[in-house]
């Protein structure tokens, strides 16, 4: 059986796939973004899609639902005004408008949990719908 991390504060678990590949991600840039759920029954935090290291911005916006929680780290690349290459880890919490009360509650208080297992983000946005995490506002932030 896979290894899992206790959120205290909720009584979720984080799976170990989930730090597997923030890992693989952050180090190895296997991953451009990762979407994580809640699956409610079991109490886990999973892995729902991992983005190639192709795959751009609008990719992950694309990925999640419209109706439903999801929480999202996307590895933004980028250069400098003098030229040098970095990359910023950026954590989203999705919480759309049509999405449920209890699952928005759910992801609300699992999200500082969450936070803690994966180590090394950077900034972190709330969204409610695709304006609020838009590109624009994830290249600004970086620099």
């Not at 896979?2 to 590949?21: L, Y």
């Not at 935090?45 to 911005?57: I, M, N, S």
């Not at 009360?101 to 992801?107: F, G, T």
């Amino acid at each position: 059986m896979a290894m899992a991390f206790k959120m205290a504060t909720t009584g979720m678990w984080v799976t170990d796939e989930c730090k597997n590949s923030f890992h693989e991600m952050k180090w190895r840039k296997v991953h451009r973004y990762i979407v994580f759920k809640i699956d409610e029954k079991s109490r886990l935090v999973t892995v729902d899609k991992v983005g190639g290291p192709g795959e751009g911005y609008d990719d992950l916006a694309a990925s999640l639902p419209d109706d439903d929680c999801r929480y999202a780290v996307f590895d933004f690349d980028f250069v400098t005004v003098d030229n040098c290459r970095k990359s910023k880890i950026f954590f989203i919490a999705w919480a759309p408008t049509a999405s449920r009360i209890r699952a928005k509650m759910l992801y609300a208080t699992s999200k500082d949990g969450l936070r803690r297992v994966l180590e090394g983000v950077h900034y972190e946005l709330q969204a409610t719908d695709p304006t609020e995490m838009g590109f624009d506002l994830i290249r600004d932030r970086a620099k």
